[in-house]
């Protein structure tokens, strides 16, 4: 969604809208697949008229047509508090999400008592990150990613938006070969890869266009839209 549907004020354009509801028209799919919690992208489904799955918070939830939780995959409390530690010690912004919010550089007194499915870092600071980054790959049991060039996003391992897409294909009854997958960002690799046809956007991360098939327009630019018009419609 962030840095692809939406552009940089955070709204989904006229022509995205049309197309998608062109391709809806046609019998497509539509899916979100977001790093975004249920909470933050809901309103936006909603406003798509989209009744489709929903894959939220990078794969580690997975919504029905219905707006059920099919699947969920959990991050354990005891590596919350060490991440929320490895945050504190090098002074980094960071958020998480629970399973009923989202939480901004703050945490409840006793994170025990919710269940977690994402951590991220957030930091101008290269060398920070980087130290970050190696401490998590160290643990080996994280699946780690970003969704901008300063942050990192933590889900359990194995998570991510192609597993998502994959059990969604698997509902629908149709093979990973017939999805067209559009992202900007790391979160969005591993679904790029694994769709039929992978799309990047036109801002994307100079890795993501490495790895599509193909490069759209960037997201103030209709990138969506233009790449259903070119494969879909």
């Known amino acids: 969604m962030d840095g692809t549907l939406l552009n940089e004020e955070g709204e989904i354009s006229i022509e995205n809208r049309q197309a ?28 798509l008229e989209l009744t489709s799955y929903l894959v939220t918070v990078n794969g580690s939830e997975i919504w029905n047509d219905q707006g059920q939780l099919v699947e969920r995959k959990l991050v354990h409390s005891d590596q919350i508090q060490w991440m929320l530690s490895l945050a504190q010690n090098h002074k980094t912004n960071y958020w998480a999400i629970s399973t009923d919010r989202t939480w901004q550089d703050e945490m409840p007194d006793d994170i025990h008592a919710f269940e977690w499915l994402k951590f991220g870092f957030s930091t101008t600071d290269d060398d920070s990150r980087g130290i970050i980054l190696k401490e998590l790959q160290n643990r080996g049991m994280f699946e780690i990613s970003n969704s901008s060039l300063e942050n990192l996003e933590v889900n359990a391992a194995g998570i991510n938006k192609a597993k998502g897409l994959e059990i969604v294909c698997e509902k629908l009854g149709i093979e990973m070969n017939h999805v067209m997958a559009i992202g900007d960002s ?36 209709d990138g969506v839209a233009v790449a259903i018009r070119k494969w879909v419609l």
């Open 186 to 221: 790391l979160n969005d690799i591993a679904m790029i890869k694994e769709a039929g046809l992978g799309v990047a956007m036109g801002n994307a991360q100079e890795v993501v266009k490495e790895t599509a098939d193909w490069v759209t327009a960037t997201n103030n630019e």
């Open 20 to 47: 998608i509801k062109e391709a809806k028209e046609q019998g497509i799919y539509v899916v979100l697949s977001t790093g975004r919690s249920l909470l933050t992208c809901r309103s936006h489904a909603e406003s």
